[in-house]
């Protein structure tokens, strides 16, 4: 069983959902019931930052999806954020890599999201920005 941190904080892109630690069978709830709490505006993201995790198991990604399908419920943009290198493969693998835009921390996802504020649509276009989890051009 694996431990997790999950830190929640506002910015004017949308939500931030910083996780630290394991992402697995046992923890995965808490991220669910994390993103459960939030208020998702549509033309908002979900920036679910990555970068302090050290293991992701299939229950964990299966949460990743739903956090995908909650935002675009809510017509709002998931965007994961400093994706461990080491997690490159498992993306590929599952074809999670065409589903989720990267950037490469959660600072560069609200940048983006602020810079193309003055641009129709919702600033990420309707190109997957995920020719690899490392190379965003976001």
């Known amino acids: 069983?694996?431990?997790?941190?999950?830190?929640?904080?506002?910015?004017?892109?949308?939500?931030?959902?910083?996780l630290a630690g394991a992402?697995?069978?046992s923890t995965a709830p808490q991220v669910r019931e994390a993103v459960?709490?939030?208020?998702?505006?549509?033309?908002?993201?979900?920036?679910?930052?990555m970068g302090g995790l050290d293991f992701i198991d299939s229950s964990g990604l299966s949460t990743l999806?739903?956090?995908?399908?909650?935002?675009?419920?809510a017509h709002a943009h998931t965007v994961l954020a400093a994706v461990p290198e080491r997690f490159d493969r498992v993306f590929r693998v599952?074809?999670?890599?065409?589903?989720f835009t990267a950037a490469p921390s959660a600072d560069a996802?609200?940048?983006?999201?602020?810079a193309e504020r003055g641009t129709a649509g919702d600033g990420?276009?309707?190109?997957?920005?995920?020719?690899?989890?490392?190379?965003c051009d976001a």
């Open 1 to 18: 069983m694996g431990l997790l941190t999950v830190d929640v904080r506002a910015t004017p892109a949308g939500a931030v959902v910083a």
């Open 23 to 25: 992402l697995d069978y």
């Open 36 to 49: 459960e709490r939030l208020t998702l505006a549509p033309g908002r993201q979900l920036v679910v930052d």
């Open 65 to 73: 999806l739903a956090a995908h399908h909650r935002a675009e419920e």
């Open 94 to 99: 599952t074809g999670l890599d065409q589903v």
């Open 109 to 114: 996802a609200v940048e983006a999201w602020t």
């Open 124 to 135: 990420w276009g309707t190109e997957k920005k995920f020719l690899s989890l490392r190379a």
